[in-house]
Nanobody, 128 residues
Framework: QVQTVESGGGLVQPGGSLRLSCAAS????????IGWFRQAPGKEREGVSC????????YYVDSVKGRFTISRDNDKPTVYLQMDSLKPEDTAVYYC?????????????????????WGQGTQVIVSS
């Protein structure tokens, strides 16, 4: 059962920015951690970031630390992934999903390995 909807991808030049949106119900966001994931062509899906609204915990994979920021809009049930200083290696289909564990490196790694309940994703292409 897919509980999230991603949007906001596009084509951007290296060094540029994009903001991805993940829509879900308020109940989901209040109770569960939400993760952002990506899958590049020929590569496995990887966990990029996560946010737990209940305790404000966040996590970022090393490759995006200092460039990506995850946040929640308190006025509407949406989690954002602000991506700055984008690099060609950030090119991938990005997904958001409800975590089944806490917002930690382990939590996103386990969720990335599970093949159920993924949405359509949103394509991000970083290219000049």
């Amino acid at each position: 059962q897919v509980q999230t909807v991603e949007s906001g991808g596009g084509l951007v030049q290296p060094g540029g920015s994009l903001r991805l949106s993940c829509a879900a119900s308020e109940a989901i966001l209040d109770y569960y951690a939400i993760g952002w994931f990506r899958q590049a062509p020929g590569k496995e899906r990887e966990g990029v970031s996560c946010l737990s609204s209940s305790d404000a915990t966040t996590y970022y994979v090393d490759s995006v630390k200092g460039r990506f920021t995850i946040s929640r809009d308190n006025d509407k049930p949406t989690v954002y992934l602000q991506m700055d200083s984008l690099k060609p290696e950030d090119t991938a289909v990005y997904y958001c999903a409800v975590l089944r564990h806490y917002c930690t490196a382990y939590g996103v790694r386990i969720r990335a390995l599970q093949n159920d309940s993924w949405g359509q994703g949103t394509q991000v292409i970083v290219s000049s």
